[in-house]
């Protein structure tokens, strides 16, 4: 069985969402199982940051059925970079101590996802 693209979009939708309706909803309860505390202003950010990722989950799935090889590789190359960079920022986190060993879980996320959609996108350039 071969992995598509499109069920890449559609899990890396449903992440999405969890993470955003975790930010929206319970900021606090959220980071605490990273050891980290919010102020007032890190519950905004976080909840504007729940906003973006709910946005991010709907473009993720419906991105399942395109088929325009321009529009893919926008897409593409757009989320490769949110996950490298997730993958990276989780990463310093973690290491300065910044976040628990549950920043590991974000590490490994961010970097499947990245690869995963690198991946997509080299089989859409040779094409």
């Given amino acids: 069985m071969k992995f598509k693209l499109s ?15 975790g930010l929206l909803f319970m900021p606090d309860q959220l980071m605490a199982s990273y050891g980290s505390t919010l102020t007032e202003s890190g519950i905004f950010l ?25 529009a893919l590789n926008a897409l593409l190359t757009g989320f490769i970079i949110a996950h490298a960079g997730g993958f990276i920022i989780s990463l310093l986190a973690a290491s300065s101590g910044v976040l628990n060993q549950m ?3 974000d ?21």
């Fill in 7 to 21: 069920t890449l979009f559609i899990i890396n939708a449903a992440f999405a969402l969890l993470g955003a309706l």
């Fill in 103 to 105: 920043a590991a879980v």
């Fill in 107 to 127: 590490i490994f996320i961010h970097g499947v996802f990245a690869a995963g959609f690198g991946y997509f996108l080299f089989q859409t350039q040779k094409s």
């Fill in 46 to 70: 976080s909840q504007i940051m729940g906003t973006i990722l709910l946005g991010i989950a709907v473009i993720s799935y419906l991105a399942k059925d395109i088929k325009d090889k321009i």
